[in-house]
Protein backbone atom coordinates (compact mmCIF):
# COMPACT_ATOMS: atom_id res chain seq x y z
CA UNK A 1 0.00 0.00 0.00
CA UNK A 2 0.90 3.30 -0.73
CA UNK A 3 0.72 6.81 1.06
CA UNK A 4 -1.78 9.27 -0.65
CA UNK A 5 -0.02 12.20 -1.88
CA UNK A 6 -1.57 15.36 -0.95
CA UNK A 7 -2.50 17.48 -4.27
CA UNK A 8 -3.51 20.30 -2.31
CA UNK A 9 -4.59 21.77 0.47
CA UNK A 10 -6.35 25.17 1.09
CA UNK A 11 -6.79 27.21 5.16
CA UNK A 12 -9.75 28.82 5.77
CA UNK A 13 -10.54 31.21 8.96
CA UNK A 14 -14.09 31.01 10.42
CA UNK A 15 -15.48 32.15 14.08
CA UNK A 16 -15.36 28.20 14.85
CA UNK A 17 -11.54 28.09 14.54
CA UNK A 18 -9.24 27.51 11.01
CA UNK A 19 -10.17 24.65 8.67
CA UNK A 20 -8.25 22.77 6.59
CA UNK A 21 -9.26 21.25 3.54
CA UNK A 22 -6.83 18.57 1.66
CA UNK A 23 -7.44 16.96 -1.74
CA UNK A 24 -5.43 13.74 -1.83
CA UNK A 25 -4.62 11.03 -4.64
CA UNK A 26 -4.09 7.51 -3.66
CA UNK A 27 -2.80 4.86 -6.59
CA UNK A 28 -5.15 1.76 -6.06
CA UNK A 29 -3.51 0.62 -9.10
CA UNK A 30 -1.85 -2.97 -7.05
CA UNK A 31 -5.77 -3.47 -6.36
CA UNK A 32 -7.05 -3.08 -9.96
CA UNK A 33 -5.93 -1.24 -13.20
CA UNK A 34 -5.80 2.59 -12.73
CA UNK A 35 -7.88 2.61 -9.99
CA UNK A 36 -6.97 5.95 -8.13
CA UNK A 37 -8.98 6.97 -4.94
CA UNK A 38 -8.84 10.78 -4.24
CA UNK A 39 -9.97 11.94 -0.52
CA UNK A 40 -10.78 15.25 0.73
CA UNK A 41 -10.40 15.36 4.70
CA UNK A 42 -11.86 18.77 6.59
CA UNK A 43 -9.47 18.87 9.55
CA UNK A 44 -10.84 21.67 12.17
CA UNK A 45 -7.69 22.45 14.26
CA UNK A 46 -5.74 19.04 13.85
CA UNK A 47 -9.63 17.61 14.36
CA UNK A 48 -10.76 15.59 11.13
CA UNK A 49 -14.33 16.59 10.82
CA UNK A 50 -15.50 15.14 7.61
CA UNK A 51 -13.84 13.02 5.17
CA UNK A 52 -15.26 12.12 1.00
CA UNK A 53 -13.64 9.89 -0.96
CA UNK A 54 -14.39 8.55 -4.52
CA UNK A 55 -12.01 6.43 -6.59
CA UNK A 56 -12.06 6.07 -10.24
CA UNK A 57 -13.81 2.72 -10.51
CA UNK A 58 -17.18 4.57 -8.66
CA UNK A 59 -17.72 6.64 -12.27
CA UNK A 60 -19.44 4.82 -14.93
CA UNK A 61 -17.80 4.82 -18.47
CA UNK A 62 -19.43 7.60 -20.24
CA UNK A 63 -20.12 10.05 -17.13
CA UNK A 64 -19.87 13.18 -17.63
CA UNK A 65 -17.38 13.91 -15.13
CA UNK A 66 -14.48 12.04 -14.27
CA UNK A 67 -13.43 11.11 -10.46
CA UNK A 68 -10.42 13.78 -10.16
CA UNK A 69 -12.96 16.02 -11.79
CA UNK A 70 -15.53 15.45 -9.10
CA UNK A 71 -13.24 15.29 -6.47
CA UNK A 72 -12.16 18.69 -7.64
CA UNK A 73 -15.87 19.94 -7.30
CA UNK A 74 -16.25 18.80 -4.21
CA UNK A 75 -13.47 20.17 -2.89
CA UNK A 76 -14.54 23.55 -4.07
CA UNK A 77 -18.38 23.37 -3.01
CA UNK A 78 -16.52 22.20 0.91
CA UNK A 79 -14.73 25.73 0.83
CA UNK A 80 -17.53 27.55 0.24
CA UNK A 81 -19.57 25.38 2.55
CA UNK A 82 -17.29 25.83 5.49
CA UNK A 83 -16.90 29.33 5.03
CA UNK A 84 -20.39 29.95 5.00
CA UNK A 85 -21.58 27.74 7.47
CA UNK A 86 -18.58 26.25 9.31
CA UNK A 87 -20.79 25.26 12.58
CA UNK A 88 -22.55 22.26 10.82
CA UNK A 89 -18.97 20.52 10.36
CA UNK A 90 -17.46 21.00 13.96
CA UNK A 91 -20.29 18.12 14.28
CA UNK A 92 -18.42 14.65 14.02
CA UNK A 93 -19.84 12.61 11.67
CA UNK A 94 -19.38 8.80 11.14
CA UNK A 95 -18.68 7.63 7.29
CA UNK A 96 -17.24 3.91 8.36
CA UNK A 97 -19.55 0.98 9.93
CA UNK A 98 -17.59 -0.90 12.20
CA UNK A 99 -18.00 -4.68 11.86
CA UNK A 100 -19.61 -6.25 15.05
CA UNK A 101 -16.92 -7.14 17.68
CA UNK A 102 -18.16 -10.43 18.22
CA UNK A 103 -19.14 -13.22 15.77
CA UNK A 104 -15.79 -14.91 15.13
CA UNK A 105 -15.48 -18.91 14.51
CA UNK A 106 -13.23 -20.94 13.96
CA UNK A 107 -15.18 -22.60 11.16
CA UNK A 108 -17.61 -20.90 9.17
CA UNK A 109 -19.84 -22.71 6.78
CA UNK A 110 -22.06 -21.13 3.83
CA UNK A 111 -25.16 -23.20 3.35
CA UNK A 112 -26.28 -22.16 -0.26
CA UNK A 113 -29.39 -24.26 -0.61
CA UNK A 114 -33.10 -22.97 0.27
CA UNK A 115 -33.84 -26.61 1.37
CA UNK A 116 -33.27 -26.17 5.26
CA UNK A 117 -33.41 -29.98 5.18
CA UNK A 118 -31.89 -30.67 1.84
CA UNK A 119 -28.68 -32.38 0.94
CA UNK A 120 -26.55 -29.37 1.32
CA UNK A 121 -27.91 -28.16 4.62
CA UNK A 122 -26.91 -32.40 5.71
CA UNK A 123 -22.75 -31.29 4.34
CA UNK A 124 -22.93 -28.34 6.55
CA UNK A 125 -24.98 -29.83 9.52
CA UNK A 126 -21.74 -32.41 9.09
CA UNK A 127 -18.84 -29.91 8.66
CA UNK A 128 -20.48 -28.17 11.75
CA UNK A 129 -20.45 -31.32 13.73
CA UNK A 130 -16.31 -32.19 12.86
CA UNK A 131 -15.49 -28.15 14.10
CA UNK A 132 -17.39 -29.31 17.69
CA UNK A 133 -15.86 -32.86 17.76
CA UNK A 134 -12.20 -31.11 17.15
CA UNK A 135 -13.14 -28.55 20.18
CA UNK A 136 -13.74 -25.54 17.53
CA UNK A 137 -16.52 -23.29 17.67
CA UNK A 138 -18.14 -23.12 14.33
CA UNK A 139 -21.23 -21.41 13.16
CA UNK A 140 -23.75 -22.39 9.80
CA UNK A 141 -24.85 -19.39 7.56
CA UNK A 142 -27.59 -20.38 5.84
CA UNK A 143 -27.85 -17.62 3.39
CA UNK A 144 -31.56 -18.20 2.40
CA UNK A 145 -32.88 -17.17 5.50
CA UNK A 146 -30.41 -14.03 5.56
CA UNK A 147 -31.30 -10.22 4.74
CA UNK A 148 -28.38 -10.90 2.13
CA UNK A 149 -29.07 -8.32 -0.94
CA UNK A 150 -26.72 -7.90 -4.09
CA UNK A 151 -23.29 -6.22 -5.05
CA UNK A 152 -24.50 -3.00 -6.85
CA UNK A 153 -20.79 -2.07 -7.87
CA UNK A 154 -20.31 1.26 -6.13
CA UNK A 155 -16.77 0.51 -5.25
CA UNK A 156 -17.39 2.52 -2.06
CA UNK A 157 -15.61 -0.52 -0.02
CA UNK A 158 -12.22 0.65 -1.76
CA UNK A 159 -11.93 4.06 -0.22
CA UNK A 160 -12.83 3.03 3.39
CA UNK A 161 -13.00 -0.46 4.08
CA UNK A 162 -16.97 -0.26 4.71
CA UNK A 163 -19.73 -1.23 1.97
CA UNK A 164 -22.56 1.04 2.67
CA UNK A 165 -25.62 -1.87 2.05
CA UNK A 166 -27.31 -1.98 5.03
CA UNK A 167 -27.92 -5.85 5.52
CA UNK A 168 -26.64 -9.01 7.25
CA UNK A 169 -23.45 -9.13 5.29
CA UNK A 170 -21.58 -7.46 8.23
CA UNK A 171 -21.59 -11.15 10.44
CA UNK A 172 -20.23 -13.01 7.20
CA UNK A 173 -17.54 -10.34 6.65
CA UNK A 174 -16.41 -10.98 10.16
CA UNK A 175 -16.63 -13.79 10.63
CA UNK A 176 -14.46 -14.90 7.46
CA UNK A 177 -11.98 -11.97 8.58
CA UNK A 178 -11.49 -14.37 11.54
CA UNK A 179 -12.07 -17.94 10.46
CA UNK A 180 -8.81 -20.35 10.03
CA UNK A 181 -11.31 -22.98 7.63
CA UNK A 182 -14.36 -21.65 5.39
CA UNK A 183 -16.83 -24.67 4.05
CA UNK A 184 -19.01 -23.84 0.91
CA UNK A 185 -21.96 -26.50 0.91
CA UNK A 186 -23.77 -25.74 -2.12
CA UNK A 187 -26.31 -27.43 -4.51
CA UNK A 188 -26.04 -26.55 -8.83
CA UNK A 189 -28.24 -24.46 -9.78
CA UNK A 190 -28.30 -24.10 -13.35
CA UNK A 191 -24.84 -24.88 -13.54
CA UNK A 192 -23.47 -22.68 -10.77
CA UNK A 193 -24.30 -21.35 -7.50
CA UNK A 194 -27.98 -20.35 -6.31
CA UNK A 195 -28.22 -16.51 -6.11
CA UNK A 196 -28.51 -16.07 -2.86
CA UNK A 197 -25.00 -17.61 -2.07
CA UNK A 198 -23.49 -16.08 -5.62
CA UNK A 199 -24.83 -12.46 -4.36
CA UNK A 200 -22.64 -13.30 -0.79
CA UNK A 201 -19.41 -14.36 -2.84
CA UNK A 202 -20.05 -10.80 -4.70
CA UNK A 203 -20.72 -8.84 -1.61
CA UNK A 204 -17.68 -10.58 0.05
CA UNK A 205 -16.06 -7.73 -3.03
CA UNK A 206 -15.88 -5.55 0.79
CA UNK A 207 -13.70 -8.56 2.19
CA UNK A 208 -11.07 -8.22 -0.50
CA UNK A 209 -11.15 -4.09 -0.13
CA UNK A 210 -10.72 -4.61 3.92
CA UNK A 211 -7.90 -7.36 2.61
CA UNK A 212 -6.43 -4.87 0.28
CA UNK A 213 -6.68 -0.94 0.92
CA UNK A 214 -6.78 -1.80 5.25
CA UNK A 215 -4.09 -4.15 5.34
CA UNK A 216 -6.40 -7.08 7.07
CA UNK A 217 -5.76 -10.33 6.43
CA UNK A 218 -7.79 -13.72 5.89
CA UNK A 219 -5.82 -17.01 6.53
CA UNK A 220 -8.49 -19.51 6.30
CA UNK A 221 -8.26 -22.61 4.16
CA UNK A 222 -11.41 -23.40 1.87
CA UNK A 223 -13.38 -26.45 1.26
CA UNK A 224 -15.88 -26.59 -1.65
CA UNK A 225 -19.18 -29.08 -0.57
CA UNK A 226 -21.17 -29.64 -3.74
CA UNK A 227 -23.98 -31.53 -4.60
CA UNK A 228 -26.04 -32.11 -8.41
CA UNK A 229 -29.20 -33.44 -9.77
CA UNK A 230 -27.46 -34.82 -13.11
CA UNK A 231 -25.04 -37.94 -12.83
CA UNK A 232 -21.04 -37.28 -13.44
CA UNK A 233 -18.85 -34.77 -13.72
CA UNK A 234 -20.04 -32.31 -15.96
CA UNK A 235 -22.32 -30.46 -13.29
CA UNK A 236 -19.58 -29.18 -11.52
CA UNK A 237 -17.82 -27.81 -14.99
CA UNK A 238 -18.89 -24.37 -13.67
CA UNK A 239 -19.45 -24.38 -10.26
CA UNK A 240 -16.01 -25.35 -8.59
CA UNK A 241 -14.34 -22.65 -10.46
CA UNK A 242 -16.46 -19.78 -9.37
CA UNK A 243 -16.22 -20.86 -5.63
CA UNK A 244 -12.64 -21.53 -6.66
CA UNK A 245 -12.59 -17.58 -7.45
CA UNK A 246 -14.57 -16.57 -4.78
CA UNK A 247 -11.84 -17.97 -2.38
CA UNK A 248 -8.85 -17.62 -3.80
CA UNK A 249 -9.87 -13.81 -4.52
CA UNK A 250 -9.80 -13.58 -0.86
CA UNK A 251 -6.97 -15.20 -0.16
CA UNK A 252 -8.09 -18.62 0.63
CA UNK A 253 -6.34 -21.48 -0.13
CA UNK A 254 -8.71 -24.04 -1.58
CA UNK A 255 -8.95 -28.02 -0.80
CA UNK A 256 -9.93 -30.15 -3.67
CA UNK A 257 -13.41 -29.99 -3.72
CA UNK A 258 -15.99 -32.74 -2.44
CA UNK A 259 -18.57 -33.55 -4.92
CA UNK A 260 -21.84 -35.49 -4.98
CA UNK A 261 -23.95 -35.88 -8.53
CA UNK A 262 -26.62 -37.39 -9.43
CA UNK A 263 -28.93 -36.57 -6.05
CA UNK A 264 -32.51 -35.51 -6.42
CA UNK A 265 -35.65 -34.95 -4.58
CA UNK A 266 -36.16 -39.27 -4.17
CA UNK A 267 -32.18 -39.84 -3.50
CA UNK A 268 -30.69 -37.73 -0.97
CA UNK A 269 -26.84 -37.47 0.15
CA UNK A 270 -27.71 -39.22 3.40
CA UNK A 271 -28.41 -42.55 1.33
CA UNK A 272 -25.20 -42.37 -0.51
CA UNK A 273 -22.82 -44.57 1.08
CA UNK A 274 -19.95 -43.10 2.16
CA UNK A 275 -20.91 -39.50 1.95
CA UNK A 276 -20.87 -38.51 5.55
CA UNK A 277 -17.59 -40.06 5.75
CA UNK A 278 -15.90 -38.83 3.00
CA UNK A 279 -17.42 -35.18 4.06
CA UNK A 280 -16.04 -35.43 7.62
CA UNK A 281 -12.60 -36.55 7.06
CA UNK A 282 -12.43 -34.05 4.26
CA UNK A 283 -13.17 -31.65 7.48
CA UNK A 284 -11.28 -33.00 9.59
CA UNK A 285 -7.96 -33.29 7.63
CA UNK A 286 -8.12 -29.31 6.85
CA UNK A 287 -9.01 -28.81 10.74
CA UNK A 288 -5.86 -30.70 11.94
CA UNK A 289 -4.01 -28.37 10.31
CA UNK A 290 -5.66 -25.38 12.19
CA UNK A 291 -5.46 -26.91 15.11
CA UNK A 292 -1.38 -27.82 14.58
CA UNK A 293 -1.57 -24.02 14.19
C1 LIG B 1 -33.39 -24.09 -9.74
C2 LIG B 1 -32.60 -25.36 -9.79
C3 LIG B 1 -31.61 -25.50 -10.73
C4 LIG B 1 -30.88 -26.68 -10.81
N1 LIG B 1 -29.90 -26.78 -11.75
C5 LIG B 1 -29.18 -27.93 -11.82
C6 LIG B 1 -28.14 -28.04 -12.78
O1 LIG B 1 -27.86 -27.15 -13.56
N2 LIG B 1 -27.44 -29.22 -12.84
C7 LIG B 1 -27.72 -30.26 -11.98
O2 LIG B 1 -27.06 -31.28 -12.06
N3 LIG B 1 -28.68 -30.15 -11.04
C8 LIG B 1 -29.43 -29.01 -10.94
N4 LIG B 1 -30.40 -28.89 -9.98
C9 LIG B 1 -30.62 -30.00 -9.04
C10 LIG B 1 -29.95 -29.78 -7.67
O3 LIG B 1 -28.59 -29.46 -7.82
C11 LIG B 1 -30.08 -31.04 -6.82
O4 LIG B 1 -31.45 -31.35 -6.63
C12 LIG B 1 -29.41 -30.92 -5.48
O5 LIG B 1 -29.28 -32.19 -4.89
C13 LIG B 1 -30.18 -30.01 -4.51
O6 LIG B 1 -29.43 -29.82 -3.35
P1 LIG B 1 -30.06 -29.28 -1.98
O7 LIG B 1 -30.89 -30.42 -1.43
O8 LIG B 1 -28.91 -28.96 -1.14
O9 LIG B 1 -30.90 -28.10 -2.33
C14 LIG B 1 -31.16 -27.73 -9.90
C15 LIG B 1 -32.16 -27.58 -8.95
C16 LIG B 1 -32.88 -26.42 -8.90
C17 LIG B 1 -33.98 -26.28 -7.85
Redesign the pocket.
Known sequence: MNEDAVEKTVEIETPEGTFTIRLSTGDLGYVYPDMVRYTIEVLCGTRPVYTYAINSYEVPPGSLFEAGKVAEIAFARLAHDIRSRPEIYTRRRVFTRPLPKEGAYDVVILQG???TF????FAASWCDDEAGRAGLSSRVFSIHDMDIRPCVGCYVCYNEGYCPIDDDMPWIIRAIESASLVVVCT?????TVPSGLKAVMDRCQWLHARVKVLGEEVRARGLAIA????PGKE?FACVTPVVDAFMKNLGIQPAEPVLF?G???VR?IRKIEGAEDEIRAAVRTLLMHTTEG
Open positions: SPRGNSAPVYTNVAGQPSLDRD
